[in-house]
Every structure is written in C-alpha cells, then in structure tokens.
C-alpha cells in the first residue's frame, strides 16, 4: 500500500518509523510519503492560510497550494477518471482523506476498507478547515472521503491521521504474524473483547480465573463469549442493541 500525507506539521508523523509500521516500511509492505503542504506555496511567507469568506472566527486553508500538491501527486495528465466521455472514477483512483469532525465516523469497518485499497492521500487541515473547493476538485480524480474519529474536535488532522493509519495498517496482510489476533480482538465481531490475564497464576492475592486454567478450549470460549457480551452491554451497550439477533447462540440466551 502507499500513503502520502500533507501537512504543514511534518515532524508530527515522526511515530511513523516506529513500531510495526515502521516495520512494514522497512519490510516493503507499507510506502509512506509524507510533505510539507508549504512546499506547493510561492509566496515569501509560504502563506497556506486566509480569513472566511461570510465571516467568522478563524482561518481557512487557501485553495493553491492543494491544488499545486495534488496534481503532483495525482498528476491531471493521467487517463481522466471523470467527464462526459471519459472512464468515470471507479476503484482504481486513490482515496483521499480528510480528517474533520464534520465527517462521517471512522469504525474497524472503515478501516477495513482502507486496508483493502492501494493508495490513501490524507489531507491534514489546520485551522478551521480546508476551503471547500479543494475537496470538490480532489473529487474529479480521487474517491473523497471525509472522516471524523468522534464527536470532539481536535487542532487538526495530523493526530486523526495516526490514528487512522495505525488502524489500517495493521490489517495489512503481513503486518501482524498471528492472524487471529485480529479475529479474537474488540470490534471482529461487533462485540468487546472478553477480559485478557497472563501470568503468575496469583496475583496480590487475585486469581486469573479458574475456568481459564482449565485447559478445556470449549469451556473457555463459551466463558469469553458471555464475558464479552456482559462487557459489551455494561461498556457499549449500543453495539449489543445493533447485534443480529441471530448470531446469539443458546449460550448466550442462558447467559
Ligand atoms: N480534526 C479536528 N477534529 C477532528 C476529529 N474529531 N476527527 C478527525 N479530524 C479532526
């Protein structure tokens, strides 16, 4: 997969060499691009900012310098994607995302969706926002998405987009080495995780429970399972109300 990244803050994607996505770089599995927004601007100040039109507090990302990084990163040139008698955007055009808190919430869902595409480009915007028409232009070459991670706001997008990327990458085939952890863990099945222990056995005087040290797998999972449908109710109890009820077993019934 590659990713590019604009920002005005590049140093903020620093934790990217880090860890297991910095692994997946280093092992070919991830390309990740990250530049400063500020190199597409001409004027002595590197001005990427200017006050609302309609008014307002704030300020808003100026349209140029996008426009400038987009067509080098997604160069015009190429096949149009769009218009009356051209092939129209389809899943081959890369995602662009853009983080805001007007967007549509980002869930494992989205991420898996991500993880599943061959380009992303994050828009990081700064202040109140990127003008609109930047967005409206990206769209003519790249599938927009506009993503929010809750309802709070945030300086700006650069935090979102390690959060997001995070989520992405380790869904990439090869990333994590136990597969399963990503079917066992909160949110594979719409459902919190059950709780996890490790050892000493004992613990200032707290025992993992017993059920666990049994050795018997069926018991065990029948134990994680009503564990992680009590977790979820008392935690998320949203998400329970949006469970099927047809992928409740008997168990859960009895639970
Ligand atoms: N930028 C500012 N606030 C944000 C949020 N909640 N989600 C994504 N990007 C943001």
Not at 75 to 101: F, H, K, M, Q, Y
Request: aromatic share 6%.
């Amino acid at each position: 997969m590659r990713v590019d990244v604009l920002t005005i803050f590049p140093d903020y994607f620093a934790p990217l060499e880090l860890s297991l996505i910095g692994k997946a770089r280093t092992t070919g599995l991830l390309d990740v691009g990250v530049h400063d927004l500020r190199q597409w601007t001409h004027d002595v100040h590197r001005t990427v900012d200017d006050t609302p039109y309609g008014g307002g507090p704030g300020m808003v990302m100026r349209p140029e310098p996008w426009g400038a990084a987009f067509d080098e990163l997604v160069p015009p040139d190429r096949p149009p994607l769009t218009g009356p008698e051209s092939v129209p955007l389809d899943d081959r055009a890369p995602v662009l995302i853009v983080p805001t808190p007007a967007g549509q919430r980002f869930d494992q869902a989205m991420a898996h969706a991500f993880a599943g595409e061959r380009r992303l480009i994050f828009a990081c915007g700064r202040y109140e926002g990127i003008d609109q028409r930047v967005l409206e232009e990206a769209a003519t070459r790249m599938r927009v998405r506009e993503v929010s991670l809750g309802d709070y706001v945030l300086f700006g997008g650069e935090v979102a987009v390690l959060v997001m990327l995070e989520a992405v990458v380790r869904l990439l085939p090869g990333v994590i080495g136990n597969a399963e952890s990503l079917t066992e863990e909160s949110h594979a099945n719409g459902l919190l995780e059950a709780p996890l222990y490790t050892k000493p056995a004992v613990w200032r005087g707290r025992e993992v429970p017993e059920v666990l040290r049994s050795g018997d797998h069926g018991r065990i999972a029948r134990w994680r399972r009503a564990q992680s449908l009590l977790r979820t109710a008392a935690q998320r109890p949203d998400m329970l109300a949006s469970t099927a009820p047809e992928t409740l077993d008997k168990h859960d019934v009895a639970t």
